[in-house]
Structures are given as structure tokens and as C-alpha cells.
């Protein structure tokens, strides 16, 4: 069993987070850069919305009690919508009124003095969910045995994304708006955002880089103290022990 060593971030989410381990996914880049600083965890749930992760956030999350025997949870990020804002009838569609209340929920959890899970060192950031390209994700779904019918719409994605922005304001979070950011990089052009996400829906590369900066402005302009350029390795450089001791160091770990 791994000791007690570095904090962590917990990434929280869909297909999407579940996949930001993918070759410079934000989960990622996000454990290079950290590390021997943070430990990042991915806690991604292919296919899950708002309704069904609720209840993993009580499994994945340490209670108040337990916290002391865990490494805390310096940073968590919750990445959620991309499912929620299936059309309705879709087996994973959550109404949007509901989909606001689940986000407050988690939220409150963290924050909130009287929740079994209250974690005052936690900061907390909301991610929008990406645009959907309907061409490509009609395409896709079309290109499937047996055929699908679209099961998403632009402009309820949109809305979705929103609403996150709506509960961060409302909440007092700070929220990394990928849906807007991809909607500018690809020039206010539905059919451009296939630069960005490989089936219409899920981020590629380049998804991942808009997303990673966003985050990192985030973090930036409202964490600074977790900016990762700005945090030092929780053990020493290796130089330090070319100017001292093996006794020096151990002082240095222990004390």
C-alpha cells in the first residue's frame, strides 16, 4: 500500500474526463506537470450523467472521519454535462432543472460544515461541457450496426454548458468554460469544431490543449497557490543531496 505522500487533484466526470489520460489528455498533462507535487486522480465514468454519479461521489469521496488516513484532496474538478443534455427519451438525459440541482449537490458536499464529507482544504472548479458537432456525431451514430438517430442538439448542449457557468456564479465556484473556448477556436463554425473532438463529441488533441489552457487560466486567476510553476516537490531535488548529507536529508524528510 502507497504511504501518505502528495496531496491530490481528483478530476470528476464523464467519457470525457475518463479519457483525458489519452496521449495529452488534460488528466495527462496535468500529471506531468505536477508531479512529485500533486497526485492526480481520474475518476472519469464513461457514459454517466449527473443522476448516476452522485451516488460513485459518495463512494470516491472521503467522509470528514476518514479524511485524516487519506492524502486530501487539494483540488477537485467536476466535469459534467456532456450527458445530461442528451435529448429527451435518451436513456441518459437529465432534465436541466435536475442537472442544476445535482452540480449544487456536489458542491455542497465538499463545502458545506455539516455534510459527512466536508473537506475545507478541497477547492472546487466546474467544467462547461464541450459544443457538439451534430454533423460528425450524425455521422457517426449513422455509421453504426444497426444505425442510430441523432441523439444530441447544439443548442441543448449549449444550455447545458450555461447552467454550469449559472451554478458557478450562484455557487461562488470558478468555472473553466470549454464550451466557449472551443466555440471560438473554431471560429463560431459547427462543422470547424471537428478539429476538436473526434466523433463529434469527444475531444481529441487539440480539444484536450483548449481545454488544459483554460484550466490553467483558471487555477491561475483564482488558485494561484496550486499553480503548479508556483509549487516546490514535496521531497528535494536531487542536487540538494550534492551539498549534503544522508543524515541531513533524513533530518530533513522526518523533521
Known sequence: MAAKYLDAIMLFGDSITQGAWEFNGIGARFAHVYARKLDVLNRGFSGYNTEWALPVFEKIVAKHHEQQHVPPVRLLIIWFGTNDACLPGQPQHIPLERFTENLSTMIDMIRSPTSPFYSPVTKIILIAPPPVNTYQRGADLASRDPPRELDRQFEATKRYAQEVLAVGEKEGVPVADVWTRLWEAAGQDERSL??????????????????????????RDNYPELRHDQMSYVFPRHDYLYDHSVEEFKAKLFN
Open 194 to 219: 471537428e478539429q476538436f473532438l473526434y466523433d463529434g463529441l469527444h475531444l481529441n488533441e487539440a480539444g484536450y490543449q483548449v481545454a488544459y489552457d483554460e484550466l490553467l487560466k483558471v487555477i
